[in-house]
């Protein structure tokens, strides 16, 4: 076991593809890094938190999880996260660990930005999906992780927060 009590389950790849170009190697490969991953590390920590009888767990999810064309391999990997989410804090609620999950929309990072370059029609085609017309700061998504992961947050679990901006 290792000495963890608070694990954010952030890791994530994304294939884009239609339904009928979808490759089931590669379906598998964004299962395991954006479930499979979340399922070992939380395995590794849980029996310390349990020994404190006291963890918070957030997994990242994704607005894709309301549905997004051509992003099936990620919505299923996404989705499976989120109910992974209900059901682990089901399971260890008595347990005094809390989990919970934080679905993000359009958020400024390195890889967003590489997808969808400044000015480009893929970002409008984001802005035009957000009510608030802009894309999150990574800040602005940390923040509401700091919250669940803190003891603010000790009566909230199972829970998938989007935070996206109204889309």
């Known amino acids: 076991a290792h000495e963890i009590d608070i694990l954010v389950n952030n890791a994530g790849v994304v294939h884009h593809s239609p339904l009928d170009e979808i490759h089931l190697d590669d379906l598998d490969a964004v299962i ?14 849980v029996p310390f938190m349990r020994s404190r009888h006291w ?12 549905g997004v064309p051509f992003r099936t391999s990620y919505a ?3 989705s499976g996260l989120l109910s992974c989410t209900r059901s682990w804090a089901l399971e260890l609620a008595r347990d005094g660990i809390t989990v919970n999950a934080v679905a993000p929309g359009p958020t400024a990072t390195e890889l967003f930005h590489t997808n969808n370059p400044p000015g480009s029609e893929s ?16 800040s602005e998504i940390a923040e509401v992780i700091a919250f669940l992961a803190s003891e603010k947050a000790s009566f909230v679990t199972g829970q998938n927060l989007f935070v996206d901006g109204g889309a």
């Open 32 to 45: 395991q890094v954006n479930v499979g991953s979340a399922v070992r590390c939380l395995q590794a920590v």
């Open 55 to 66: 963890g918070r767990v957030v997994n990242v999810t994704s607005l894709v999880v309301a």
């Open 76 to 78: 299923i990997a996404k």
């Open 123 to 138: 970002e409008q085609r984001y802005l035009r999906s957000v009510p608030m017309n802009r894309i999150a700061q990574p």
